[in-house]
């Protein structure tokens, strides 16, 4: 499935996850397939909990500047997998000089609870892109302004051709931490299919 910002980027996600609406999410048809393959209390009760989790990261990725965001729930042995991958917008303030890296350091604050918190800022080489920064680790994430939760990261930042100060952050989160390196390497795999299209 591609997610598609008319006149800038494609990317492409898993036929099986939901190209989130940004403007009025409803997740009625996958609370409706999750809940249809929960057994018990326990289980509905998770579901239902995860739900509300990813209103509140879909909520906190609108107001932080998201243009397009998709994910999945599903069904993982007796838990649920999550997964998200959103598209942010960032243009750096006039007179601010900062390196891809500098900024890269700027976008996500490291966890520092539960022996999590390691963080690596690397580059990437993205096919027809070239070499761009990315954050790789774990971090806390508000959902509201209560509550945040430790989330395994992936940020890659890529400059808008032309527009010196201005980037598209693709962003995948998950608060699976048990699967880190798996989600890892489909994130990466989501973010390699970025392509700019049309004008940007």
Partial sequence: MTMTAPGSFTIEVPDTWID????????ARQRQQIMAA???REQRSAAEDAIRQARRLLRAARRQGAVS??????RDGDGLLMAF????GVTMPDGVDMSLTE?????????????HGARAVTSVV????????RIVGTEIVALTDETSAVMAAMHTIIPLPGQTGSYLVVSGMSPN???TEPLYDIFDAITGTFRFVGPT
């Fill in 20 to 27: 989130y609406d940004l403007a009025n999410q409803d997740f």
């Fill in 38 to 40: 929960m057994s018990t």
């Fill in 177 to 179: 931490l048990a699967l």
């Fill in 69 to 74: 965001a998709a994910g999945m729930i599903a």
């Fill in 126 to 133: 993205l096919p027809g892109i070239g070499s761009v920064a």
């Fill in 103 to 115: 900024l890269a350091g700027q976008l996500a604050r490291p966890a520092q609870t539960h022996g």
């Fill in 85 to 88: 991958v959103a598209v942010f």
